[in-house]
């Protein structure tokens, strides 16, 4: 499956929690994410000049549970073949992965909120060294097209005031590294 997003800086989450609740939204508790970032690669190229085809390994624990992701770039960050499983050791799959030459080269800390709207799943982040943000994404075939889709994304974001220049087009693990980089 073919995972297509928007990312939108919020200035008031709680507001926007409000606006989703007006128009029938029911969101999930509280979730808390700690992901490790891993890498095969130097991670100046990955995280300064992503580009189509750059692989991802996360391990995300949420609520007591661990599950292991691969995300492969597409037409641009937000936009990846995503593949994703329920792991029960991740020590084991730390370990494996680094026989594997792959690292863990950045953490990104963060509560979410989920709700499903329409046939979209829209996620209030509250991440530790970033701020606020909205993600709104579809999952679609993996033949689907990303400026279609996005267009999509972006009329329906628009009903609660958000606009193109409030995205932000890259993941928080990128945004982390050059955050914690910069020169």
Known sequence: MREIEVKLKVNNLNFLEKELSKA?????E???QHDAIYSSRNINDEFDKSKEGDVIIRIRKQ???AELNLKKQKSFEMDNLEYETEIENPDSVHQMLLILG????IEVKKIRKKVKFKEYEICLDRVEKLGDFVEIEKMTED?????EVRKELFDVMKQFGFSEKDEETRGYDTQIYQLENKK
């Open 30 to 32: 509280p979730i808390f």
């Open 24 to 28: 029938g939204c029911e969101f999930s």
């Open 63 to 65: 609520n007591g549970k």
């Open 143 to 147: 033949s689907a097209d990303p400026k």
């Open 102 to 105: 792959w690292k863990p080269v």
